[in-house]
Structures are given as structure tokens and as C-alpha cells.
């Protein structure tokens, strides 16, 4: 047995009441160690991580995959523990046997992440903090999406690079500016219960064609900021958007949002991976500041 493993398996042994007779790695855990773990009644997907970040890190994906699985509008893994032992962090949560996507599953796909999208509140945010990828995301509370998306999502990452070294000072956009320009292509709108990290990574398609979101981070925001990301680095049939478009069209400035909302993913990156990823924010931020 790994060392990661060693005290984790005889926990969930305990809590769960069923015997763990397999345990293996597995693909699929960026961020984090991952394992298939398999009971005598079950399979189970399993992470783990050490880092002094990961407790708060997996906290924060299991409230996430929990509100995903309250709106019931589209599947998640179903989360069953999350602690940490001996300084190793875990998330254990059902095993979802995966295959590739048919016409059919991207039309459900698309048509459930719009049902998804229609779930609402009255602010933006959400209930706590959490995380795009390592990063830290906030989430305060705004009524005004502009103004959230200026400081709860774009000033945090522009500051971050600045710190870090990755942009210049005259790259940051005058506030009062990015927030005009980010009212007036979202118009009114209300806040919708996004993914937050939408890439071809973050779905899967059960073996019976049902979708399921994964790693989210989610709040709730512009329902575009979801389509953006779904069209930073592909992954997604172009009959999800025939689906999703159909329950909620395309808007006036389509285009420019998904460029803006792109801005948000690609400092992330830049933050998270460095310079290789500095022309394309730098492009997005000359184009419109």
C-alpha cells in the first residue's frame, strides 16, 4: 500500500462500512494524487494531496459539487468524505466510468448546462471563497456583475501577474473603464449558477450517455463566462452550443464576451504556468483597453 494511502484506506473503511479491497492510480487528478478505490459493494474515485492548501482546496470543490448536485439539473459525482490524516488531504466521491461523446450526449450536455444556468440568486458570488485551478477565487457578494467581475475575478489575477512579474503596471486597465466596458456588454442580466471551469477536461459522459460535471468552481455569475471557457481550448461538439443556445440564445455582444471572459481563464493560466500564456492576455488587453 502507498504511503498516501496507508491511514486514508482504513478511514474510509471505518466511515463507510464497506471493506476496501483494490486501490490503484489513476488518471485524472491534476492538481492532486487520484485512485480508484473498490469496495465490496462499490468503486469509488479517490484524491489526495499534501499540499498545506488541499483540506480547504477539496472543502471547497465538495460544497461546489454539492450545489451542482442541489440544483438538480445536471449530474456530479456524488461526494461521500473529506478530511485529512496524517497531513494527507483526501476527497472521496463516486467513480464515474467514462466514454467518448456522441452526437446525443453534447445535445444533453448542452441543454442540462443551461438548465444549470437558470438556477439564480439574488447576488453574485457565492457562499464562500474557493479555487480556479490552485488559485484562490474570491467570491464577496456584488448586485452590479460588472463590478464583480472587475474585483472579484479580474483585479485579483491582474495584481498576482503584477506581483510575480509576469505583466507590466501600465498593462492594468483603469477600474472605472473595465467597468463600463464590462456593463455594457453584459447588459442586465442575473446572476446564474456557473461550473466556473468549464473545459473539455471538467465532463464526462457516464456509459449510459449521462453528462457529468467535474472540479468545478463554482459561484454564481454571467452563464457566459461558462460558454467562454468551453471555447478557450475545445472539447465541446458544436451540437452542445446548438442545445444550449436554443434554451438560452446568443446575445448582442457574444463575441466580445467570450473574448473578456477568456481574459479571466488566460490570466489564470499565465499565473498558474507563466509567460507562454502573456501574448494572449496581453493581445485581449490592448484590443479593448
Known sequence: MSEPLA?????????????????????GGDISSAYRVDT??????????????ALEMFYSEQEGL?????????????????????????????LVESKRPNLSDYQRLGSQ????????QADFGFSSDNFIGSLPQQNHPHTN????????????????A????????QMIPEEERAITLFREISGDIRPALLHGDLWGGNYLIAADGTPFLIDPAVYYGHSMVDIAMS?????????FYDAYHEIIPQSTHYDTQIELYQLYYLLVHLN??????????????????
Request: hydrophobic share 45%; glycine share 8%.
Open 162 to 169: 503584477l506581483r510575480d512579474g509576469l505583466i507590466q503596471s
Open 113 to 120: 448546462l443551461a438548465g444549470l444556468h437558470q438556477c439564480s
Open 145 to 160: 456583475w460588472a463590478e464583480f467581475y472587475w474585483f472579484e475575478r479580474i483585479l485579483p489575477q491582474l495584481q498576482l
Open 7 to 27: 491511514h486514508i484506506l482504513p478511514y474510509i473503511t471505518s466511515c463507510l462500512g464497506e471493506r476496501v479491497m483494490n486501490a490503484r492510480p489513476v488518471s
Open 272 to 289: 498558474l504556468f507563466g509567460s507562454g500564456y502573456y501574448s494572449s492576455v496581453s493581445s485581449i488587453l490592448k484590443r479593448y483597453f
Open 231 to 239: 471555447r478557450l481550448f475545445g472539447g465541446f461538439g458544436a451540437e
Open 66 to 94: 454539492q450545489a451542482i448536485e442541489e440544483s438538480k439539473t445536471i449530474a456530479v459525482p456524488h461526494v461521500h468524505l473529506a478530511g485529512s490524516i496524517n497531513g494527507q488531504a483526501f476527497l472521496l466521491m463516486d
Open 40 to 53: 465490496a459493494t462499490g468503486q469509488y474515485f479517490l484524491k489526495v494531496n499534501n499540499a498545506p492548501f
